[in-house]
């Protein structure tokens, strides 16, 4: 099944740790701008860690005019070097501007989860990304709904008041 | 060099419009460091004595250290300058991402000199440096001027540092501002920029920082994050900003209150952090790689500035425009915060020098006419927020208290001098000195005037411990003896090697074991240091910036404190009757001249000079 990362926008502080690691682990180099997630920043207070989505019909992989993009079983795109000509087309049609063109080898670079235990989500120190499949995140979703509606309930009346704690 | 430093430092010159890059020595980097280190010894080198900080011979040296821009969380840089404020050594430091993105662009260091005739910004994208047209910008806020800089280069990620309307009309204490809402705030770095015309720097980078042992680093920062996540004071920084503190210094009533007549404010609950995570706050926000987050995004939620997004308040304003100014309202705090910092200006000056001007109206030594009608009893909240509008746009009174609190006491006279609340003329902040005692040796003594951060001796004080000077129990904040001077020796060290390599204050300073530091300064850079020899480079640049401002005409006499201090026991709360003794005050400073090599007159003996490798500097006037 398609994992991507769930991003929780109240803890994410914008603090960038995330593109840190990735470059680091990826490249062996602090250098933010090799990060294959890049936090987003919207003023006055917006944050938003961006990386690659896997989409189901992969603009990039489409538009790639040497085939040098594919999507495996796991739903992620992987970047064949030797036919990659650095040509940035499926980084001009990435809705997400997820893909990085690596200056040095003019390969481009896409965002692969770390083979599923992503350095990332491992190091945001407030724990605001997580790796997640859809119906997974869903999941989530659905039972904090229900929690709020649940809080909201307690508050506002009597008969449910046992349930608190 | 193996690792740390790129090597490069850019120059420009605004009177000439030359830009040129210079190679960075290693072996100065080695006994400097970096940040406020090689800034100082720059500073120190390049502008000669009695330069007017506001004229054209003035420099800024903006720095970051061998740490910046690597994973030990750190996103700082500091800037270097003779203080408008002062007339003394200035430096001022800022958090955010703009430190960083300047060593990504490949430059451990940027002078800027000479001044230009029109309104200018710098351009630095990597090895592409240009100076562009800023006329259109000139009266910009800070927020607008880096949102029309940033749509202007057509790159939202731009990382820009500007200064406001302040810095423009050369407010003496005008901060500079990056990343939104961060800010170099303290000696007036904004008014120097603003005298040169500078209206910002935008800077982009593409290249890494390569540190010379990877894997070490790993390992040091899995330690750091160990500490930091089981240390209770940091931890209480995450959950409420660096207003945390006010619960702190409240506790020990050394909250200062009502322009220092008291440490103990009454309401204090309603300005605390937990009030302002229940009230206002919407988000908090990390700098470049920093797992603490100390900064807090609040929106206004009425009156006529409903809708402001404040990028604060940080615990200083809470402070100076709150207990400070008698004002117990957070709103106005927060409406304070974010126009001191869309003007461009030091909150901590800028509060003080209203609390000053309220006490004299107290003391009926300024009159109602005098301040332009205003009525400025205590805690009369529209009155605060005109006198930080008008400070920062010079007008009316505001343009009197936008020269400072010892400026502006001189020229109003009467004897006002006792209600400026500073040290060679930089405005304390939120630590009173009666009930901390240790601060008051940090006041005194500090190169930059009146500050709090160049020791951690405020965390001593409150009883918190410090990995950065470990301690069996913890010390009494009600005392003046010999182990304050001992902290306060070993951490001014400590703390300014933190500002030199460079690193935040919250984290390294309070996380760190002096080992640790010495351990990450050799992972990045590649030089085995030790203890021994880290704590040397902070001795060193410590006695150059005294030595600086022995050459600008500073002594004994000025290492001191407001004789309120020593006269006016502390009215009420937990410190009720607590008072400096200034026989022992004065032991106090002997027996530190004496530990760290200077005569009785505050003077670095010239042997001590010669031990730390600055014979260069000699004489000294």
Known sequence: MRQYLKVDLDKCTGCRTCEVVCAEVKTKECNPKKSLIRVTFVPPYFFLPINCQFCDRPPCVSSCPESALEVDEKHRIRVDPKKCIGCSWCLNVCPFGAIVLDEETNVVRICDLCNGDPECVKACPTNALELVTSELASIKNRFSAAQKLLAGLISSSGILKEVKG | MKGGYKGKILRVNLSTG???????????????LGGVGLGSYLLFKEVPAGTDPLGESNKLFFCTGPLTGTRIPTGRYVVVFKSPLTSILGWSSSAGHWGPELKFAGYDLLIVEGASSSPVYLWIDDDFVELRKAQHLWGATTSETQRRIRKELGDEEVRIACIGPAGERLVRFASIINDEGR????????????????????????????????????????????????????RSLHLYGTNAMTSFTSGIAAFPTRNFQSGWFEEWEKLSGPTLSKTLLVKKAGCFGCPIACGRVSVVKSGPYQGMVVWGPEYEHVNTFGAGCGNSDLEIVSICHQLVNEYGMDGISCGRAISFAMECYEKGLLKKEEADGLDLTWGNKETIVELVKRIGERRGIGDLLAEGTRLAAKRLGRGTEKYAMQTKGLEYAGYEPRGMKGMALTYALGNRGGCHITTGMLYLDIGTMTWMYPLDSPLDPQVLDLEKVKAEIALERRYTVIEAAVLCKFFAGIVFTPSLLASSLSAVTGWEMDEGEVDRIGERIWTLQRMFNVREGISRKDDTLPERFFTEPLPDGFSQGQVLDRKTFEEMLDTYYRMVGWDENGIPREEKIRELGLEEFLPLR
């Open chain 2, 18 to 32: 030359r830009i040129e890059k210079e190679n960075l020595s290693p072996e100065l980097a080695r006994k400097f």
């Open chain 2, 183 to 234: 800010a170099a705030g303290r000696c007036g770095a904004g008014a120097v920029m603003g005298s040169k015309k500078l209206k910002a720097i935008a800077v982009r980078g593409h290249g890494g920082v390569k540190v010379a042992d990877p894997e070490r680093v790993s390992e040091l920062v899995k330690r750091m994050y160990e500490v930091w996540k089981s240390e209770p004071f940091v």
